[in-house]
């Protein structure tokens, strides 16, 4: 059901539809990833696609729209989540909109050289669109977040743990690399934001 409406609206579009990853981008001037969300692989998928594929567009739909599922495939980088009966007209608006790549809308925040060979927390920076965010270097991969939520405190200067960092401030801790709240007293899960090098920057993908 959920491939007709894809097929349908990719055609519309002019897109063609590969069932499986391309093995480069090649021959594709714009690529869009659609992935039935159901559980948390897929959501740990979406974050190597963006790996692989930067420049791709994620589209993840749940049959079921469930609230922490929908949140966590939003902060784990899909551009957009929607309902299973939603994606045909979400996939087409999309399509047909030549401004939603990622691509298009990522922004460089620093030089690769700026971060060459450092770990853990890389800079704090205030961005116009995002507002203050931090780079980080965790497990081998640069990765972007907001501030602590529960009082917008940089965690610059927080321990951290594996991949797992502590505010300096009150004790909460955060995933860094899922956003996920391991203890408070923040109420709220850590901002995420896609990234990824190319030619010689670090690019971050604001959320939708
Ligand atoms: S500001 Fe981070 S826990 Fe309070």
């Known amino acids: 059901m959920a491939l007709r409406a894809i097929s349908r609206a990719a055609q519309e579009a002019g897109f063609v539809i590969a069932t499986e990853a391309p093995s480069s981008l090649a021959p594709f001037t714009r690529l869009v990833i659609v992935a039935e969300v159901v559980n948390q692989d897929d959501i740990l998928a979406a974050r190597s696609w963006k790996d692989e594929f930067p420049s791709a567009y994620l589209v993840g739909f749940l049959e079921m729209p469930k609230q922490s599922l929908w949140l966590a495939a939003e902060r784990a980088g899909f551009d957009l989540v929607c309902s299973r009966g939603s994606v045909g007209p979400a996939l087409r ?23 060459a060979g450092r770990l853990g927390h890389l800079m704090d920076l205030e961005l116009e669109s995002l507002g203050a965010i931090s780079l980080w270097r965790v497990e081998g991969r640069v990765l972007c977040t907001g501030r602590c939520p529960h ?23 955060f995933d860094l690399i899922s956003g996920e709240r391991m203890r408070g007293p923040s109420d709220f899960d850590l901002a995420c934001y896609g990234t990824y090098e190319e030619n010689g920057r670090v690019w971050v993908l604001p959320k939708r």
């Not at 990622?102 to 971060?115: H, K, L, Q, W």
């Not at 951290?160 to 401030?169: E, Y």
């Open 93 to 115: 608006k999309v399509l047909g909109d030549d401004t939603l790549t990622s691509t298009d809308r990522a922004i460089a925040v620093c030089n690769s050289a700026d971060i």
């Open 151 to 173: 009082q917008r405190v940089s965690l610059a200067s927080g321990e951290i743990d594996g991949s797992v960092v502590t505010c300096p401030a009150h004790g909460s801790r």
